[in-house]
């Protein structure tokens, strides 16, 4: 449904390559791009145009980096600024020095809440704490009951009674206090952020107990509203943190990214399944990609950026694709790959690839074998090398001699050359749209 | 009151955001151009209509004004209308109720979306008219799932099937139609646990469930609701991809219409795949469900 932003991206700076600055159009053609693949994350239209503004005041007249093309630039500063605005710490919560420290979970209906607070208790009692749980859902049908089942489960107690919720909450407190609980953790109803009625009610909860952290628990799939929620919430109640819940889905999640920027405050966990142990720490830069859409791509940028050698990329890429590419330049490429660490994890990262079954076994080539082809490359003669298709039955015996291997070492390595060749040529003439819909990473250097 | 009156008052702030801004948009403008078409579609994506879907109804929105050469931005505002109710269909899609009782109608969705909720407010609906009506407890995984259907029967006056906590949701759907053969039950409703449909394994567990309906009574089951919350962004496309190719889904329930969402990806889902929303929720008391009208729903937010 959506082709990546990376696929996009090079595209659009197809014409653009060698150029020593950024300029205005390069950069407004790549941010149409970056608006829509944010949009279609569910960042708020709002949150997206004062995010692109700021992206192009920083990126227009900076210097393309030698060793990366245009559009890896542009995603590049894309990305640490989404980083930087989800916050690049992952934050901790607030524990009050004085026992018992006060967390409220809020929300709107059905976000996570009940689920969410059993599972910050599993995290407090790693810690060594000794969690309360409090059923402040007077409410929903079984919300109590609910609560109380999952306490069983992770052996909490939960604290409940016939009062109102902002009662239940300071028996609550009493409660933890009386048995010596240092960690009370509130679950509250689901509301929606205008029933004037019941956001009043979190107020005299919050009154009443002060709690220490009061975390929004939002549903990561949430589209544009996601800002409207969490002002609400955070204007009424000052809001300490945020969770993200069902990030387990294949959500894009720029909910995040909206919470982030209209409450300022941190996203502390990432809730990862329904079972109780599945609460994360949130991890600002995984989910920089995630709303970008791109799979570890980035990554790949940067180790790419790190190892290679930009100068000899660009010419290894007209090699690649000329026809003439041999084994000499084989035995550079692999080099390349082998800095950029282990070659199936490298090509796993690229979009399209790490499914391609045919490719990974390609490339399946580890430390010995770089050293055998290296070993019976050398071994061969010039002419050998530039075209591998003279070398026969005698010529194959002599290389494997002289190269301390053996026939089949040679007979291997000639046709994972051919088959190299061969993908080459596919990949390729998909580049030109040959075979669309069928969608393909490119490596850095093509 | 009548269906429109209600939803109006219930929709009041739909109203207020989608044909408001197309309102605010349009209005103290003295012609239509590229600026005042770029408003409409962030109208639309404000909605969470989605970017394509949104690209689209502007692109027939342009290619419109062209044709008839309009002038007037007042003159966009029924365009609009016209257009998105191209994609959402002009009549309503009722439920399929078979000639035969008993109706088989599964609940799907992800987490957390009201599926339970939604089925103690059909079953109040059907009661009403007077049918009798039985609930399976097939979401035999979350914590005291089984105790929410149970009150939610009771509110509605009506049977529930249920086994243990852990049990095998597909045995319980399979009690629950012998129940319903045996009683004379004019629609079973069948509450199944939240999922997330990227899930495999939970997916084929839905499957089963539908096997089991299917195999039980001819031609069940009738319907398959998928159940999206209003809120949801894009992801709700998806939803509705996978949950269709694993169950057959024949029609969406929009929840929590209440709130401030526009609920508007169900464009985008109907644009895709034509799958009809069926029922919007609006509430959480038992008559906060209503049958959707796309025109009224329309008129309640243009007119
Ligand atoms: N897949 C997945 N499901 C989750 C996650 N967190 C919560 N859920 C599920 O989401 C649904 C709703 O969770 P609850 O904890 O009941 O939500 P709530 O906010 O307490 O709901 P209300 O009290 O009705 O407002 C349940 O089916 C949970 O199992 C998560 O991180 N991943
Ligand atoms: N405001 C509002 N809340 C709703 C509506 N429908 C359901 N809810 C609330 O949403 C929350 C979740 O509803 P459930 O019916 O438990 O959702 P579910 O899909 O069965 O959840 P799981 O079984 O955990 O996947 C509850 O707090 C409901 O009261 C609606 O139309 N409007
Ligand atoms: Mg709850
Ligand atoms: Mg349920």
Redesign the pocket.
């Given at each position: 449904m959506f082709s990546s932003l990376g696929e996009k991206l090079q595209e659009t700076f197809k014409r653009l390559k060698g150029k020593g600055k950024l300029t205005e159009q390069d950069v407004d053609a790549a941010l149409r791009e970056v608006r829509v693949a944010l949009l279609e994350a569910d960042v708020n239209f709002k949150v997206v145009k004062d995010f692109v503004k700021r992206i192009r005041e920083r990126a227009v007249g900076q210097e393309v980096l030698a060793n990366l093309n245009p559009a890896h630039q542009v995603v590049k500063i894309v990305r640490d600024e989404l980083t930087a605005l989800m916050g690049g710490e992952n934050a901790r919560l607030n524990i009050a020095p004085k026992p018992p420290a006060v967390i409220m979970?809020v929300?709107?209906?059905?976000?996570?809440?009940?689920?969410?607070?059993a599972?910050l208790c599993v995290l407090l009692k790693k810690q060594g704490r000794r969690p309360l749980l409090v059923a402040a859902?007077v409410y929903?049908p079984a919300?109590i009951r609910?609560l109380e089942v999952l306490g069983g489960q992770i052996q909490v107690p939960v604290y409940s009674s016939d009062k109102s919720p902002v009662g239940i909450a300071t028996g609550a407190f009493e409660e933890a206090v009386r048995k010596g609980n240092d960690t009370v953790v509130i679950?509250t109803?689901?509301?929606l952020h205008i029933n004037e009625e019941l956001m009043k009610e979190l107020d005299l909860i919050k009154k009443s107990v002060k709690p220490h952290e009061i975390l929004l628990?939002a549903d990561a799939m949430t589209g544009q509203d996601a800002v409207t929620v969490a002002e609400t919430f955070h204007k009424r109640l000052e809001l300490d943190g945020v969770v993200l819940?069902?990030?387990?889905?294949d959500t894009r999640g720029g909910a995040a990214l909206s919470i982030r920027e209209v409450t300022g405050c941190p996203i502390k966990f990432?809730?990862?399944?329904?079972k109780l142990d599945?609460?994360e720490p949130f991890h600002p830069d995984r989910m920089a990609d995630r709303i970008l859409g791109m799979g570890d791509v980035l990554t790949l940028i940067e180790k790419a950026q790190d190892t290679f050698d930009i100068q000899q990329a660009s010419e290894m890429q007209k090699r690649i694709k000329s026809a003439d590419f041999n084994l000499e330049d084989f035995l550079v490429q692999l080099r390349q790959f082998k800095k950029m660490g282990p070659l199936e994890q490298v090509l796993g990262m690229l979009p399209g690839f790490g499914n391609m079954k045919k490719v990974r076994d390609q490339f399946q080539l580890d430390e010995r074998d770089l050293v055998l082809t290296e070993a019976i490359i050398n071994s061969m003669t010039a002419e050998e090398r530039r075209r591998p298709d003279v070398i026969d039955g005698s010529r194959r015996r002599r290389i494997a001699h002289g190269s301390g291997t053996t026939v089949q070492d040679v007979n291997r390595l000639l046709k994972q050359f051919g088959q190299t060749k061969k993908l080459i040529r596919q990949f390729t003439s998909m580049e030109k749209g040959v075979k669309k819909g069928v969608k393909m990473g490119r490596f850095p250097f093509m | 009151m009548g269906f429109v009156n209600k939803l109006r008052s219930s929709l009041t702030k739909v109203r207020r955001s989608l044909a408001g801004a197309v309102e605010n948009v349009v209005s103290g403008r003295r012609e239509i151009d590229e600026s005042l078409y770029e408003e409409l579609e962030d109208a639309l994506i404000l909605a969470d209509v989605g970017v394509a879907a949104a690209q689209e109804i502007m692109s027939r929105v342009r290619k419109r004004v062209k044709e008839l050469r309009l002038k007037d931005p007042m003159q966009l505002k029924p365009l609009f209308k016209e257009e998105i109710l191209r994609i959402i269909g002009v009549e309503a899609a009722p439920l399929f109720l078979p000639k035969e009782p008993p109706a088989v109608i599964l609940m799907v969705g992800?987490?957390?979306t009201g599926k339970t909720t939604s089925i103690g407010k059909l079953a109040c609906y059907f009661r009403e008219q007077g049918k009798k009506v039985l609930l399976a407890a097939a979401d035999t995984f979350?914590?005291a799932?089984i105790d929410q259907l149970e009150v939610w029967a009771k509110r509605a006056g009506v049977d529930v099937i249920k086994q243990r906590e852990g049990s095998d949701p597909a045995a319980v759907v399979y009690d629950a139609l012998q129940a319903a053969k045996a009683r004379r039950v004019d629609v079973v409703l069948v509450d199944t646990?939240?999922?997330?449909h990227t899930?495999t394994n939970l997916m084929e567990e839905l499957k089963k469930i539908r096997r089991v309906a299917e195999r039980e009574v001819p031609g069940a089951p009738h319907e398959v609701l998928l159940v999206v919350d209003a809120t949801t962004g894009q992801n709700a496309v998806n939803q509705a991809k996978l949950f269709s190719e694993a169950a057959g889904v024949t029609g969406i329930v929009l929840t929590k219409l209440d709130g401030t969402a526009k609920g508007g990806v169900v464009v985008a889902v109907k644009n895709a795949f034509e799958i009809p929303v069926k029922f919007v929720g609006i509430g959480e008391g038992v008559e906060d469900l209503i049958p959707f009208h796309p025109g009224e729903f329309a008129a309640a937010i243009f007119d």
């Open positions: 979970l929300g709107l209906q059905g976000s996570g809440k009940t689920t969410t607070a599972k859902d929903r919300a609910q679950d109803a689901g509301r628990v819940t069902k990030l387990d889905g990432a809730g990862v399944g329904e599945m609460l | 992800v987490n957390g979350r914590a799932a646990a939240g999922r997330l899930k």
